[in-house]
């Protein structure tokens, strides 16, 4: 039977606490704490490694089983079966579309996915040599000057506008942030191509000679953005709840969620995946690297694995590593020394007792740097293809949070550890 309350005891006779036990559809439990604070107290919980800060329909993660479902469809079948835009449809709808919802949807997007021509000149007001995560979080942020009245954040026609807006420019937002830093100009969108075919033509695509996507390459890469869309309250999604809940621009709102995401313990780890690769460069330096990923006194972690949630093979990992696969034999690299190296790590990880032991598997980047560098992704980009998928799980869980009965503007409490009151001492008297 599931409890459905739960009584806080304390010692030296302070009054118990009654709190409800509320439960979702699958996963655990949670204890409401929410009248807490009218008892004078509060709980800790430093980076929410046992705290849920909403109530979602969208995505669910079991870290046990490793699974991972958006809107309930597991991800392997949507990786299979779909396209992005369709999944896209789904996290923000809550359902799959039918054939003409996705028609019109794709449609819609095809024909913004140009952006304001004066947004050109953002680009040009930063350095060349600027990381694209620099470029994409400035350019995004100053969307919200191109559209300020998305500020109404309140009005659903708005939000589902701004969801079609940044769904369509973000393709080009990412692209061009990789031409800006190539020094080439930029290749603007063709509404002839599809969504992963649009973004491989506007970063490959030169003005001297014709281009056409590898459709191979197109396939995976669609996959990729399929497999990065959401994943629940993640450090960014939940940066873009908390930026939004105050009422936020949405544009402002996912340069929040760009930034975040830019930091190598999140999803700048499959850019830092690659460089450790290239650093440890030959199977025969693993067993020196896992060495360092277990000593204490070593700042070093072997990137791309171990994950919050996850205590089992991230589901997105196994199913990159089969794309991996694909992508490498198609274009012939079955022999590529980067992927023998990530597999072998893997194998010695996975039969290391420390890793075993602290339950640490490939996450999604793991795998997901080598198959972009073997398309011809530079390091620099993983992080910003990353955040044009996961594009669409912030605006779904920013429009759930905002249209949320219980949407409140996020305001966390602490437990002060600093000065008793003092008073002012003038600089005359101070030691
Ligand atoms: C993403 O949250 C999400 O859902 C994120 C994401 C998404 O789709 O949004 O899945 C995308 O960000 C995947 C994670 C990418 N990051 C990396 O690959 C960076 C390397 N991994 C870690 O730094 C770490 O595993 C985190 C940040 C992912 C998780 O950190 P936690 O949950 O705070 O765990 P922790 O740092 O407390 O680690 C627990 C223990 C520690 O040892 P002890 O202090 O208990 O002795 O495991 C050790 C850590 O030192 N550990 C590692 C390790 N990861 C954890 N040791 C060596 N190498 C690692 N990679």
């Not at 669609?222 to 936020?248: K, M, P």
Request: aromatic content about 10%.
């Amino acid at each position: 039977m599931k409890p459905t309350k739960a009584t806080l005891t304390f010692d030296k006779g302070a009054k118990s606490i009654e709190l409800p036990v509320l439960s979702g559809t699958i996963g655990p439990d949670v204890i409401d704490i929410r009248t807490l604070a009218n008892h004078g107290m509060l709980t800790y919980d430093p980076g929410f490694l046992a705290t849920a800060s909403c109530s979602s329909n969208i995505t669910f993660i079991d870290g046990e089983k490793g699974l991972l479902y958006y809107r309930g469809y597991p991800i392997e079948q949507l990786a299979e079966h779909c396209d992005f835009p369709e999944v896209a449809y789904l996290l923000i709808n809550g359902e799959l579309p039918n054939a003409e919802q996705k028609k019109h949807f794709v449609e819609t997007l095809t024909r913004h996915t140009m952006l304001h021509d004066q947004m050109s000149s953002i680009f040009r007001g930063l350095r060349r040599d600027a990381h694209p995560m620099a470029v994409m979080v400035s350019v995004v942020g100053a969307m919200a000057a191109f559209y300020p009245e998305h500020a109404d954040v309140f009005d659903p026609r708005l939000r589902e506008i701004a969801a079609f807006r940044l769904l369509a420019k973000m393709p080009t937002v990412t692209a061009w942030s990789y031409k800006y830093n190539a020094g080439q100009p930029f290749a603007y969108p063709q509404n002839r191509l599809n969504y992963a075919e649009n973004f491989m033509h506007m970063m490959f695509s030169s003005p001297c000679e014709p281009y056409t996507a590898n459709p191979v390459l197109a396939r995976a890469l669609d996959r990729i953005l399929i497999l990065h869309a959401d994943h629940e309250q993640n450090a960014s999604t939940s940066t873009v709840r908390v930026v939004g809940s105050s009422g936020a621009n949405p544009f402002a709102c996912i340069s929040a969620g760009i930034a975040s995401l830019w930091g190598p313990l999140h999803g700048g780890a499959n850019e830092a995946t690659l460089k450790m690769l290239e650093e440890i460069g030959d199977i025969s330096r693993i067993g020196e690297y896992i060495k360092r990923a277990k000593d204490k006194t070593d700042s070093f972690r072997l990137m791309g694995f171990g994950h919050r949630v996850y205590k089992n093979m991230d589901p997105r990992a196994a199913i990159m590593r089969q794309t991996c696969h694909q992508v490498l034999d198609d274009l012939g690299l079955h022999d590529d020394p980067m992927f023998k190296l990530a597999l072998k790590l893997e194998q010695i990880a996975l039969e290391d007792e420390y890793f075993v032991n602290k339950r640490l598997y490939p996450n999604v980047d793991f795998y997901s740097g080598i198959v972009m560098r073997a398309m011809g992704i530079p390091n620099s980009m993983f992080t910003a293809i990353f955040a044009l998928a996961r594009t669409a799980g912030w605006i779904a869980q920013w429009n759930e949070m905002i249209s949320s009965t219980e949407h409140r503007i996020a305001r966390p409490r602490q437990l002060y550890t600093g000065q008793q009151r003092r008073d002012y001492v003038p600089v005359e008297q101070r030691p």
